[in-house]
């Protein structure tokens, strides 16, 4: 069990790491979280290698880089939204009709559009803090040796990303990938797309030990 404790551990931080940069513009705080920790600082591999973070502060590495990056990226050029991959007529829904909205609302989960780069529930960003709030809450299930609660959040899990997240967000990310201008982006978007995939298969063999368990 405590293998387990500390991969939902793991999960959670990058779950917390991922939707935040993919919510709005890096701060000076992250940079400096994400540059002096070798473990997240090693998701980023090609920022690594990047000189700029050398040659300037971390103000103008914001200012003139990679606010500048997120913009084209998740305002200009690319539609970071749900809806607009899975709708034919590609329009974003923004309402209380969202099929998200509903999931959302059942648990529990409430959107704050304002402190996100975000005109709808369906952002990457906020799908990827959902599961971020559901990988907590499958944690303190497990802390207090709930394990059907436990059980039954991983299949929320699983389900969100089988039948949302990895039903768009992959083409999104290599979206990304291919037009990202600073190796900060194009490692983010590298990071969330492994993740994501290998979470899933994770979640997958997860409830089969649960089952297993449950038999037993």
Known sequence: MNEILTRQLARINLYALIS??????????????????????????????????????????????????FSNLFVLHLIPYESFYMREDQMLETGGDNPVVQIYNDYDFRVQLDKARAVSPDHIGIEL????????????????????????????????????????????????????GTPFYYDAASLTLEFILNDYDYLCELLEKYEYNDRS
């Open 20 to 69: 935040r940069v993919m919510m709005k513009e890096v701060d000076e705080e992250l940079l400096e979280t994400i540059e002096s920790d070798e473990v997240i600082l090693s998701f980023f591999p090609n920022y690594m290698q990047w000189e700029k973070p050398k040659e300037i502060d971390k103000k103008s590495l914001k200012e003139q880089f990679l606010d500048v990056d």
């Open 129 to 180: 803090e959902f599961m971020y709030m559901l990988a907590d809450s499958e944690y303190k299930a497990l802390e207090s040796e709930d394990y059907e609660a436990a059980a039954e959040i991983a299949r929320i899990e699983r389900d969100f990303l089988k039948n949302h997240l990895l039903e768009w967000a992959p083409m999104f990310l290599q979206n990304v990938k291919a037009e990202a």
